[in-house]
Each structure stands twice: as structure tokens, then as C-alpha cells.
């Protein structure tokens, strides 16, 4: 059975930094794609980033690219988010995701991964 589970979310001030991990279980996803969406109640679910086993391509958003880095290791099949510069707008529920097999048409749609964490709750608030 595959597992992703995040770690690391909380509460931070705007301006801080938050650093999100993400450990899968199950299977290995060394030639697939690994990364995070995230979702605010009442709102449709937003990609945030993805990095790609091979090679390590990388994709953002438009509203976190600068400021957030996805990393991963394939040895210990994780992918991490370093989030920096937080703003309030961030406020969210993150989820861990990954798939195999995406082509870069689908990289920023949801339901072209086929396994999703349990979430994480980040909140950036003064």
C-alpha cells in the first residue's frame, strides 16, 4: 500500500520560512514525478510544485515561483518544500503528491497524480 505523509506544517508569521517534508512508502517513485498542491476551504485545489525523478525538472506556480524550492531524494524517496518569504495568501492545506508516467501537459493537474497525502496545515498570520 502507498503512503505519502507530510511533516512540518504550522503556524508562522508573514515573512517566515517553513520547510514541508513529504516521505512515500510502498513504492519507489525514482522515475516519477513528486510534488505539492495545496487547498483553502471553499476553493479549488492549487498546484504549487513538482520535481521530476530523471533529471529533476522542476515546475512552480506563478504565486510561488521565487520564493518556494521543491527538492527531492530519490535514495530516501522524499521531496521536501522550502518555503521562504510566507504571505498570508498562503494560508493552506498542503498535500503531498505523486505519480508516474506524467507528461508535461499534466504536470499542474490534480488528478493526474495517482496518490495524494493526508495534508498538512499551513497558516501565515500576524
Known amino acids: 500500500q502507498v503512503q505519502l505523509v507530510e511533516s512540518g506544517g504550522g503556524l508562522v508569521q508573514p515573512g517566515d520560512s517553513l520547510r514541508l517534508s513529504c516521505a512515500a512508502s510502498?513504492?519507489?517513485?525514482?522515475?516519477?514525478?513528486m510534488g505539492w498542491f495545496r487547498q483553502v476551504p471553499g476553493k479549488e485545489r492549487e498546484f504549487v510544485a513538482t520535481?521530476?525523478?530523471?533529471?529533476?525538472?522542476?515546475y512552480y506556480s506563478d504565486s510561488v515561483k521565487g520564493r518556494f524550492i521543491i527538492s527531492r531524494d530519490n535514495a530516501k524517496n522524499t521531496v521536501d518544500l522550502q518555503m521562504n518569504s510566507l504571505k498570508p495568501e498562503d494560508t493552506a492545506v498542503y498535500y503531498c503528491?505523486?505519480?508516474?508516467?506524467?507528461?508535461?501537459?499534466?504536470?499542474?493537474?490534480?488528478?493526474?497524480?495517482?496518490?495524494w497525502g493526508q495534508g498538512t496545515q499551513v497558516t501565515v498570520s500576524s
Open positions: 503528491v505523486a505519480g508516474m508516467g506524467l507528461i508535461t501537459s499534466s504536470i499542474r493537474v490534480g488528478t493526474a497524480y495517482s496518490y
Open positions: 510502498g513504492r519507489s517513485f525514482v522515475s516519477g514525478a
Open positions: 520535481i521530476r525523478g530523471h533529471g529533476r525538472t522542476t
